[in-house]
Protein backbone atom coordinates (compact mmCIF):
# COMPACT_ATOMS: atom_id res chain seq x y z
CA UNK A 1 0.00 0.00 0.00
CA UNK A 2 1.53 3.17 -1.06
CA UNK A 3 1.91 5.80 1.59
CA UNK A 4 -0.07 8.69 1.00
CA UNK A 5 2.23 12.18 1.28
CA UNK A 6 0.94 15.24 3.69
CA UNK A 7 -0.61 18.10 1.32
CA UNK A 8 1.17 21.12 1.14
CA UNK A 9 0.26 24.95 0.02
CA UNK A 10 0.52 26.19 -3.42
CA UNK A 11 3.17 28.48 -4.09
CA UNK A 12 1.67 30.81 -6.48
CA UNK A 13 4.34 32.13 -9.47
CA UNK A 14 3.77 34.46 -12.57
CA UNK A 15 3.60 32.70 -15.93
CA UNK A 16 6.59 33.88 -17.87
CA UNK A 17 4.57 35.42 -21.13
CA UNK A 18 6.37 36.92 -24.01
CA UNK A 19 4.26 39.71 -23.51
CA UNK A 20 5.61 41.11 -20.85
CA UNK A 21 8.85 41.96 -23.00
CA UNK A 22 7.00 43.88 -25.53
CA UNK A 23 6.58 47.76 -24.48
CA UNK A 24 3.77 49.26 -26.14
CA UNK A 25 3.40 53.22 -25.26
CA UNK A 26 0.67 53.84 -22.81
CA UNK A 27 -1.63 56.66 -24.48
CA UNK A 28 -4.68 55.90 -22.53
CA UNK A 29 -5.40 58.30 -19.56
CA UNK A 30 -5.70 56.88 -15.94
CA UNK A 31 -8.23 57.25 -13.65
CA UNK A 32 -5.98 59.03 -11.41
CA UNK A 33 -5.36 61.72 -14.35
CA UNK A 34 -8.77 62.44 -14.89
CA UNK A 35 -9.71 62.91 -11.06
CA UNK A 36 -6.60 65.22 -11.01
CA UNK A 37 -8.28 67.61 -14.26
CA UNK A 38 -11.95 67.36 -12.74
CA UNK A 39 -10.21 68.70 -9.64
CA UNK A 40 -8.93 71.48 -11.44
CA UNK A 41 -11.60 72.47 -13.31
CA UNK A 42 -13.55 72.68 -10.25
CA UNK A 43 -11.08 74.82 -8.68
CA UNK A 44 -11.04 76.98 -11.41
CA UNK A 45 -14.95 77.56 -12.01
CA UNK A 46 -15.96 79.83 -8.96
CA UNK A 47 -19.60 80.35 -8.21
CA UNK A 48 -20.85 83.27 -7.60
CA UNK A 49 -24.12 83.45 -5.34
CA UNK A 50 -26.28 86.36 -5.56
CA UNK A 51 -27.19 88.40 -2.84
CA UNK A 52 -30.05 87.55 -0.36
CA UNK A 53 -33.35 89.88 -1.05
CA UNK A 54 -34.26 91.34 2.01
CA UNK A 55 -37.73 91.00 0.62
CA UNK A 56 -37.81 87.18 1.41
CA UNK A 57 -36.73 87.39 5.31
CA UNK A 58 -39.77 89.47 5.48
CA UNK A 59 -42.68 87.98 3.56
CA UNK A 60 -42.19 84.77 3.27
CA UNK A 61 -45.28 84.48 0.52
CA UNK A 62 -43.04 86.01 -2.47
CA UNK A 63 -42.69 83.78 -5.48
CA UNK A 64 -45.70 81.87 -4.43
CA UNK A 65 -48.16 82.34 -6.71
CA UNK A 66 -51.55 82.67 -4.79
CA UNK A 67 -54.13 80.39 -6.26
CA UNK A 68 -57.55 82.20 -7.41
CA UNK A 69 -60.36 80.08 -5.67
CA UNK A 70 -63.25 80.43 -8.53
CA UNK A 71 -66.84 80.17 -7.38
CA UNK A 72 -68.11 76.54 -7.32
CA UNK A 73 -70.61 76.00 -10.49
CA UNK A 74 -74.14 75.70 -9.66
CA UNK A 75 -76.20 73.45 -12.05
CA UNK A 76 -78.53 75.50 -13.19
CA UNK A 77 -81.59 73.26 -15.82
CA UNK A 78 -81.83 72.98 -19.16
CA UNK A 79 -85.04 74.97 -20.42
CA UNK A 80 -86.31 72.56 -22.75
CA UNK A 81 -89.84 73.36 -24.05
CA UNK A 82 -90.78 69.90 -23.68
CA UNK A 83 -90.15 70.26 -19.85
CA UNK A 84 -92.13 72.99 -20.08
CA UNK A 85 -94.69 71.69 -21.44
CA UNK A 86 -94.91 68.67 -19.27
CA UNK A 87 -94.56 71.28 -16.08
CA UNK A 88 -98.34 72.78 -17.54
CA UNK A 89 -100.06 69.63 -17.98
CA UNK A 90 -99.28 68.43 -14.45
CA UNK A 91 -100.02 71.91 -13.08
CA UNK A 92 -103.17 71.57 -14.91
CA UNK A 93 -103.94 67.80 -13.57
CA UNK A 94 -103.02 68.62 -10.13
CA UNK A 95 -105.92 71.56 -9.76
CA UNK A 96 -108.34 69.14 -11.62
CA UNK A 97 -107.81 66.22 -9.55
CA UNK A 98 -109.72 66.81 -5.72
CA UNK A 99 -107.46 67.35 -2.63
CA UNK A 100 -108.24 64.16 0.22
CA UNK A 101 -106.71 64.74 3.58
CA UNK A 102 -105.64 61.57 5.36
CA UNK A 103 -107.36 61.04 8.77
CA UNK A 104 -105.75 58.54 11.09
CA UNK A 105 -109.01 56.18 12.81
CA UNK A 106 -108.35 55.97 16.41
CA UNK A 107 -106.39 52.66 18.23
CA UNK A 108 -109.06 50.73 19.53
CA UNK A 109 -108.32 49.61 23.46
CA UNK A 110 -109.08 45.56 22.98
CA UNK A 111 -105.69 45.14 21.16
CA UNK A 112 -104.12 47.10 24.10
CA UNK A 113 -106.15 44.65 26.61
CA UNK A 114 -105.41 41.29 25.09
CA UNK A 115 -105.15 38.84 21.29
CA UNK A 116 -108.36 39.94 19.70
CA UNK A 117 -109.90 38.41 15.80
CA UNK A 118 -108.56 35.06 16.79
CA UNK A 119 -111.02 31.81 18.27
CA UNK A 120 -110.55 30.58 21.16
CA UNK A 121 -108.05 27.36 20.99
CA UNK A 122 -109.33 23.66 20.55
CA UNK A 123 -108.38 21.47 23.82
CA UNK A 124 -107.39 18.19 22.25
CA UNK A 125 -106.95 15.20 24.42
CA UNK A 126 -103.49 13.80 25.33
CA UNK A 127 -102.26 10.50 23.64
CA UNK A 128 -101.82 7.68 25.64
CA UNK A 129 -98.97 5.61 24.75
CA UNK A 130 -99.37 1.91 24.44
CA UNK A 131 -96.85 -0.73 24.28
CA UNK A 132 -96.78 -3.07 21.22
CA UNK A 133 -98.09 -6.69 21.42
CA UNK A 134 -94.31 -8.52 21.52
CA UNK A 135 -95.11 -10.30 24.40
CA UNK A 136 -97.99 -12.74 25.65
CA UNK A 137 -101.04 -10.86 26.34
CA UNK A 138 -101.10 -12.22 30.15
CA UNK A 139 -97.10 -11.24 30.47
CA UNK A 140 -98.60 -7.45 29.96
CA UNK A 141 -97.84 -4.73 32.43
CA UNK A 142 -100.86 -2.33 32.45
CA UNK A 143 -99.74 1.63 33.06
CA UNK A 144 -101.76 4.04 34.71
CA UNK A 145 -100.84 7.58 33.49
CA UNK A 146 -102.03 10.31 35.45
CA UNK A 147 -103.33 12.57 34.01
CA UNK A 148 -103.29 16.11 35.57
CA UNK A 149 -106.40 18.84 34.48
CA UNK A 150 -104.49 21.42 32.72
CA UNK A 151 -104.74 24.81 34.37
CA UNK A 152 -106.35 27.58 32.18
CA UNK A 153 -103.47 30.44 31.47
CA UNK A 154 -104.25 33.77 32.62
CA UNK A 155 -103.74 36.38 29.63
CA UNK A 156 -101.01 38.68 30.89
CA UNK A 157 -101.04 43.03 29.93
CA UNK A 158 -98.68 43.73 27.62
CA UNK A 159 -96.46 46.86 28.73
CA UNK A 160 -95.20 49.43 26.92
CA UNK A 161 -91.19 49.93 27.15
CA UNK A 162 -90.06 53.33 28.42
CA UNK A 163 -88.81 55.83 26.34
CA UNK A 164 -85.02 56.26 26.75
CA UNK A 165 -84.43 59.53 28.30
CA UNK A 166 -81.54 61.39 25.13
CA UNK A 167 -80.26 63.83 27.78
CA UNK A 168 -78.21 61.76 30.29
CA UNK A 169 -75.31 60.41 28.25
CA UNK A 170 -74.34 56.61 28.60
CA UNK A 171 -71.71 56.50 30.94
CA UNK A 172 -69.67 52.58 30.78
CA UNK A 173 -67.79 51.73 33.68
CA UNK A 174 -64.52 50.28 33.56
CA UNK A 175 -62.39 48.50 35.31
CA UNK A 176 -59.17 49.88 35.38
CA UNK A 177 -56.71 47.39 36.27
CA UNK A 178 -52.59 47.94 37.60
CA UNK A 179 -49.50 45.65 36.22
CA UNK A 180 -48.04 44.11 39.34
CA UNK A 181 -44.07 44.05 39.29
CA UNK A 182 -43.01 40.49 39.93
CA UNK A 183 -39.16 38.97 40.04
CA UNK A 184 -38.49 37.31 36.67
CA UNK A 185 -35.62 34.95 35.69
CA UNK A 186 -34.33 33.24 32.38
CA UNK A 187 -32.09 30.91 34.28
CA UNK A 188 -34.59 27.64 33.41
CA UNK A 189 -34.60 28.74 30.08
CA UNK A 190 -31.23 29.05 29.31
CA UNK A 191 -29.97 25.51 31.02
CA UNK A 192 -33.18 24.09 28.93
CA UNK A 193 -31.32 25.76 25.92
CA UNK A 194 -28.15 24.67 26.81
CA UNK A 195 -29.15 21.17 27.35
CA UNK A 196 -31.01 21.13 24.31
CA UNK A 197 -27.40 22.24 22.35
CA UNK A 198 -25.98 19.58 23.97
CA UNK A 199 -27.44 16.53 23.14
CA UNK A 200 -27.31 18.02 19.54
CA UNK A 201 -23.62 18.02 19.67
CA UNK A 202 -23.52 14.82 20.97
CA UNK A 203 -25.78 13.13 18.15
CA UNK A 204 -23.76 15.19 15.28
CA UNK A 205 -20.95 13.52 16.53
CA UNK A 206 -22.38 10.16 16.88
CA UNK A 207 -23.45 10.10 13.30
CA UNK A 208 -20.04 11.31 12.31
CA UNK A 209 -18.14 8.72 14.34
CA UNK A 210 -20.71 5.71 12.62
CA UNK A 211 -19.71 7.57 9.17
CA UNK A 212 -15.79 6.85 9.42
CA UNK A 213 -16.65 2.87 10.50
CA UNK A 214 -15.24 0.73 8.05
CA UNK A 215 -17.45 -2.16 6.95
CA UNK A 216 -15.41 -4.70 4.30
CA UNK A 217 -17.66 -6.87 2.16
CA UNK A 218 -17.61 -10.95 2.71
CA UNK A 219 -15.29 -13.21 1.14
CA UNK A 220 -16.44 -15.58 -1.26
CA UNK A 221 -16.35 -19.39 -0.49
CA UNK A 222 -13.83 -21.74 -2.62
CA UNK A 223 -14.45 -25.14 -1.10
CA UNK A 224 -16.34 -27.07 -3.23
CA UNK A 225 -14.28 -25.86 -7.04
CA UNK A 226 -13.13 -28.64 -9.01
CA UNK A 227 -10.54 -28.41 -11.32
CA UNK A 228 -7.97 -25.49 -9.48
CA UNK A 229 -4.89 -26.38 -7.88
CA UNK A 230 -5.32 -26.66 -4.11
CA UNK A 231 -5.60 -23.13 -2.16
CA UNK A 232 -2.55 -22.32 -0.09
CA UNK A 233 -3.60 -21.07 3.45
CA UNK A 234 -2.70 -17.28 3.48
CA UNK A 235 -2.39 -15.02 6.63
CA UNK A 236 -5.92 -12.96 7.08
CA UNK A 237 -5.05 -9.33 6.74
CA UNK A 238 -5.10 -7.21 9.44
CA UNK A 239 -7.16 -4.09 9.37
CA UNK A 240 -5.57 -0.95 10.07
CA UNK A 241 -6.88 2.74 10.22
CA UNK A 242 -6.60 4.34 7.28
CA UNK A 243 -4.43 7.80 7.60
CA UNK A 244 -6.65 9.82 5.46
CA UNK A 245 -5.45 13.75 5.83
CA UNK A 246 -9.33 14.91 5.31
CA UNK A 247 -10.27 12.47 8.74
CA UNK A 248 -7.76 14.50 10.83
CA UNK A 249 -9.43 18.15 8.95
CA UNK A 250 -12.93 16.85 9.96
CA UNK A 251 -11.26 16.10 13.51
CA UNK A 252 -10.16 19.57 13.71
CA UNK A 253 -13.01 20.86 12.91
CA UNK A 254 -15.42 18.93 14.94
CA UNK A 255 -13.26 19.54 18.41
CA UNK A 256 -12.92 23.74 16.82
CA UNK A 257 -16.70 23.60 16.97
CA UNK A 258 -17.29 21.89 20.02
CA UNK A 259 -15.20 24.02 21.82
CA UNK A 260 -16.84 26.91 20.28
CA UNK A 261 -20.10 26.08 21.45
CA UNK A 262 -18.91 25.39 24.80
CA UNK A 263 -17.59 29.25 25.09
CA UNK A 264 -21.40 30.32 23.78
CA UNK A 265 -22.87 28.41 26.61
CA UNK A 266 -20.26 29.77 29.11
CA UNK A 267 -21.15 33.28 27.80
CA UNK A 268 -25.19 32.62 27.98
CA UNK A 269 -24.68 31.42 31.35
CA UNK A 270 -23.00 34.58 32.33
CA UNK A 271 -24.91 36.66 30.89
CA UNK A 272 -27.54 36.54 33.34
CA UNK A 273 -30.08 39.77 33.43
CA UNK A 274 -29.58 42.14 37.08
CA UNK A 275 -31.67 45.08 37.48
CA UNK A 276 -30.43 47.95 38.87
CA UNK A 277 -31.86 49.94 41.80
CA UNK A 278 -34.84 52.16 40.90
CA UNK A 279 -32.92 55.19 42.93
CA UNK A 280 -34.48 57.54 40.66
CA UNK A 281 -37.64 57.71 42.26
CA UNK A 282 -35.81 58.67 45.63
CA UNK A 283 -33.48 61.21 44.62
CA UNK A 284 -34.32 65.19 44.53
CA UNK A 285 -35.98 66.41 40.64
CA UNK A 286 -33.02 68.20 38.91
CA UNK A 287 -33.42 72.03 39.18
CA UNK A 288 -30.54 73.90 36.32
CA UNK A 289 -28.86 76.34 37.57
CA UNK A 290 -28.06 79.16 36.08
CA UNK A 291 -25.31 79.92 33.91
CA UNK A 292 -21.60 82.18 34.93
CA UNK A 293 -21.03 83.00 31.52
CA UNK A 294 -20.51 86.60 30.43
CA UNK A 295 -23.14 87.38 27.55
CA UNK A 296 -22.13 86.99 23.86
CA UNK A 297 -20.35 90.45 22.05
CA UNK A 298 -22.00 91.02 18.96
CA UNK A 299 -19.01 92.50 16.50
CA UNK A 300 -18.99 93.18 12.77
CA UNK A 301 -19.53 89.71 10.57
CA UNK A 302 -16.97 88.96 8.13
CA UNK A 303 -19.05 86.90 5.92
CA UNK A 304 -17.49 84.64 3.10
CA UNK A 305 -20.38 85.50 1.23
CA UNK A 306 -17.97 89.64 0.46
CA UNK A 307 -15.04 87.44 -0.20
CA UNK A 308 -16.18 85.91 -2.83
CA UNK A 309 -18.14 88.54 -4.12
CA UNK A 310 -14.72 90.51 -4.25
CA UNK A 311 -13.40 87.66 -5.54
CA UNK A 312 -16.06 87.10 -8.12
CA UNK A 313 -15.26 90.51 -9.39
CA UNK A 314 -12.00 90.00 -10.26
CA UNK A 315 -12.63 87.39 -12.11
CA UNK A 316 -15.42 89.51 -14.09
CA UNK A 317 -12.87 92.01 -14.62
CA UNK A 318 -9.79 89.58 -16.01
CA UNK A 319 -12.98 88.35 -17.97
CA UNK A 320 -14.07 91.36 -19.41
CA UNK A 321 -10.80 92.02 -20.39
CA UNK A 322 -9.85 88.59 -22.13
CA UNK A 323 -12.93 88.98 -24.45
CA UNK A 324 -11.79 92.89 -25.39
CA UNK A 325 -8.95 91.36 -26.31
CA UNK A 326 -10.61 89.00 -28.59
CA UNK A 327 -12.76 91.28 -30.01
CA UNK A 328 -10.06 93.23 -30.81
CA UNK A 329 -8.10 90.40 -32.59
CA UNK A 330 -11.04 89.21 -34.01
CA UNK A 331 -12.01 92.72 -35.04
CA UNK A 332 -8.18 92.77 -36.95
CA UNK A 333 -8.68 89.43 -38.73
CA UNK A 334 -11.64 90.28 -40.35
CA UNK A 335 -10.47 94.03 -41.58
CA UNK A 336 -7.57 91.98 -43.20
CA UNK A 337 -9.96 89.29 -44.92
CA UNK A 338 -11.96 92.03 -46.01
CA UNK A 339 -8.67 93.80 -47.67
CA UNK A 340 -7.66 90.84 -49.21
CA UNK A 341 -10.88 90.09 -50.49
CA UNK A 342 -11.40 93.66 -51.91
CA UNK A 343 -8.15 93.37 -53.50
CA UNK A 344 -9.02 89.60 -55.57
CA UNK A 345 -12.29 91.71 -56.51
CA UNK A 346 -10.01 94.26 -58.24
CA UNK A 347 -7.32 91.98 -59.75
CA UNK A 348 -10.24 89.80 -60.98
CA UNK A 349 -12.55 93.10 -62.87
CA UNK A 350 -9.13 93.88 -64.04
CA UNK A 351 -8.00 90.80 -65.68
CA UNK A 352 -12.30 90.39 -67.01
CA UNK A 353 -11.40 94.09 -69.24
CA UNK A 354 -11.45 93.29 -72.92
CA UNK A 355 -8.03 94.18 -74.72
CA UNK A 356 -7.65 93.70 -78.71
CA UNK A 357 -4.60 91.70 -80.07
CA UNK A 358 -2.39 94.29 -82.21
CA UNK A 359 -2.36 94.14 -85.81
CA UNK A 360 0.16 91.74 -86.66
CA UNK A 361 3.15 93.04 -89.70
CA UNK A 362 4.57 90.18 -91.99
CA UNK A 363 6.71 90.32 -95.07
CA UNK A 364 5.37 91.59 -98.19
CA UNK A 365 4.90 88.52 -100.64
CA UNK A 366 7.11 88.38 -103.78
CA UNK A 367 5.26 87.19 -107.24
CA UNK A 368 7.71 84.84 -109.17
CA UNK A 369 7.66 83.45 -112.69
CA UNK A 370 6.89 80.12 -112.93
CA UNK A 371 8.72 77.80 -114.75
CA UNK A 372 6.15 74.87 -115.89
CA UNK A 373 4.47 74.52 -119.04
CA UNK A 374 1.01 76.40 -119.65
CA UNK A 375 -1.98 73.88 -119.67
CA UNK A 376 -3.63 73.28 -122.77
CA UNK A 377 -7.12 72.11 -122.77
CA UNK A 378 -8.78 69.14 -123.87
CA UNK A 379 -12.19 68.20 -124.82
CA UNK A 380 -13.40 65.30 -123.21
CA UNK A 381 -15.63 64.09 -126.21
CA UNK A 382 -19.17 63.21 -124.14
CA UNK A 383 -21.12 64.76 -127.65
CA UNK A 384 -21.22 62.02 -130.67
CA UNK A 385 -21.03 64.95 -133.33
CA UNK A 386 -17.16 64.95 -133.11
CA UNK A 387 -16.78 61.11 -133.91
CA UNK A 388 -16.76 60.97 -137.25
CA UNK A 389 -14.89 64.14 -137.70
CA UNK A 390 -10.76 64.38 -137.59
CA UNK A 391 -9.05 66.61 -135.32
CA UNK A 392 -6.99 68.46 -136.98
Request: with cysteine.
Amino acid sequence: MQSILPTKLTCPKTPALETRKRKRPNTAISAKDKEDKEVEDMKSYKFKANPVNPRVMSNFNIGIKVPVHKEPTKAIGFAFHSTRREREVDHTKEEEEERVEFHAKPVPAKILQGVTGLPDAKKLPLTCAKSPAFALKNRKRTFVFDIKPEEEEIPQPIKARPVPHSGVPFIPNLAHKTTEIAPFSFAERDEAIALKKEEKKQQLFKEEQKLREFKAQLMPIFDNVSGLPEKKAKKTTTLKPFGLSHEDVGAKRAEEWSKKMAEELEAERHQTFHAREANVLYKKPFVPQKSDKPLTEINDFALNSDKRAEQRQQYEDQKRMREHELNLHKAEIERQDAIKEQKEIEQMRAAMVHKSNPIRHYKAVEVEHSDKKLTKPKTPNFSDRFKNRTVL
